[in-house]
């Protein structure tokens, strides 16, 4: 195809019905359509841009047990987190792994030594069937040999425990996405919904317009899900909502660092000196997340951008608990963002802000129309299960059993990652450390993408030096996940776009293969580079020029 379009054994037909609509594919919303679609719904999925391109992206990429939502009293939520966590780590054991976390006991600190121990003594208790072990403390000489780096000053010694992370948010969406796939779902990106059709005050149907080619379509439904996220209000419009206001988005965002004088080993969980907040220092992928800010957000939550404020907020801190660190604003690789879609409770601040997540019924405006409020990445599953068992409910059918707690995502479908790995580089042409990288990202896929090097030994060989990806991902994502623009791929499928020049650096040479190998013509390859960097505009850092700008000068 010459442009980006949606497959015609895809596209909807005319009056193509539906027992389910979800609207919005972040992690909650790819999780709803999984999940009804694997109990026998027929299921479309409709998201204005592309899979995980919204809040699912932009988090602090940990799988955690939500310990600051003890402060709260939570402990429903703390509970239903440790337990998604425990099932992530056994079903997507590729993507989500365990990793320690250090939270420092200092004097200065609001929150005392002895308060931090009951809530990790409490998160114990909570995670009664965890896999990975309990905490421990550790004296202050203890923390200084493990953390040498780290300001001695008031320092009283220090917790460790065990969550987990996600390296890769996006690979996680993608799997999920293809898990929906399987079951039937038929998805629709770059795709916005303009309007729901309704027989009286009855849900009949969703329409939307595609982004790409200009098409209009409407898809018959009698129920449908608003799982959009911050853009939920958005999706809405007033005459859904009768004007009342769902969403209080609160933006946080994170800076990239190369490794730098003092990083920590482990994630460090520690109070800021400035507001008592709890900012984390996260080793992720060979560089490091310092984050995260937690600010009201007003406007659309496709700006979102990181503001001088925050950069320097967050500078600050690591420089406090690191002295030898002295970060400086020209150390920052880049930044990111993305809006929480917290329920708005305009009293209270966004630090407070409840985060159980809420189903909220429109019936008699529009029934038939469900709205997801909050949510996490960590409980999407359990989200999912509860918003299913709620439309079987609304559609009088009795719920089939839910099986998304037992089935392996995709990319864990193998016994023994080591021996795989092995079995791979025996087998192929590609270097070892090829064979890592996409056993790391792809799992047990990772033998598909080396097998469209077999009849092209081109697209084994790295076009990426920072990363080290082949032209064989770009293909593969292209042919198999659900790819429409070159965006799409560098940035959340074979995550070259999340490398030290925001992909700027390969550009120009990811859209070559695709060319030749996918049929681009010049005008799609100049079309979707220009657009490309346009995107990585949103990563610039304030007080730095834009990362187009870095790398063109380079």
Known sequence: MSK?????????????????????????GLGIARDAAARGLRVA??????????????????????LRYLEQGDI??????????????????????????MIPFYRHNQRSKWTVRAGMLAYDVLSFDKTTSSHRTLSRAETLKRFPQMDPDGLQGCAIFMDGQVVWSERLCAEVALQAAAEGCHIFTHSRVDGFLQDGDRLTGVSFVDEITGQRHSLATGM??????PWVDAVLGLKQSGGRRHIGGAKGSHLVLDPFPGAPDDVIY?????????????????????????????????TARADQSEVEYLLGEVNALIPTAKLKVSDILYTYSGVRPL????????WNVPRSHVI?????????????????????????????????????????PCSTARVLFPGARVENFSAYRDRLSATTEAAPETVERLVNIYGARAGDVLALGAAHPDLLVPFDPDTGAIGAELVFTFRTEFC??????????????????????????????????????????????????????????????DPARTVAAQ
């Open 4 to 28: 980006a379009q949606i497959p015609d054994e895809e596209r909807p037909a005319p009056g193509a019905a539906y027992d389910l609509v979800v609207i919005g594919a972040g992690i909650n």
């Open 45 to 66: 999925l409709v998201e204005k841009e592309d899979i995980g391109s919204g809040t699912s992206s932009w988090s602090g990429r940990l799988i955690h047990g939500g």
């Open 76 to 101: 429903a939520l703390v509970r239903e987190s440790l337990r998604e966590r425990e099932r992530l780590f056994r079903l997507a054991p590729h993507l989500v792994k365990p990793v320690p976390l």
């Open 224 to 229: 449908a899900v608003n799982a959009a996220g």
């Open 270 to 302: 520690y109070e800021s000196r400035v507001d008592g907040r709890l900012v984390l220092v996260i080793p992720w992928g060979g560089r490091y997340l310092i984050g995260t800010t937690d600010k009201k957000f007003e406007d659309d939550p496709d």
């Open 343 to 350: 329920p708005y409770v305009p009293e209270k601040s966004e």
């Open 360 to 400: 909220h019924d429109h019936a008699p405006v529009c029934q038939g129309l469900l709205s997801i409020i909050g949510g996490k990445l960590t409980t999407y599953r359990s989200l999912a299960e509860e918003t299913v068992d709620a439309i079987f409910a609304r559609l009088g059918r009795k719920a089939p």
């Open 484 to 545: 429409r623009t070159l965006t799409d791929a560098l940035i959340r499928r074979v995550m070259v776009g999340l490398n030290s020049t925001c992909g700027q650096n390969v550009v120009d040479h990811a859209a070559a293969i695709l060319a030749t190998h996918q049929g681009w013509d010049s005008d799609r390859i100049a079309h979707e580079v220009e657009d490309y960097r346009q995107y990585i505009r949103r990563f610039e850092v304030p007080g730095q020029c």
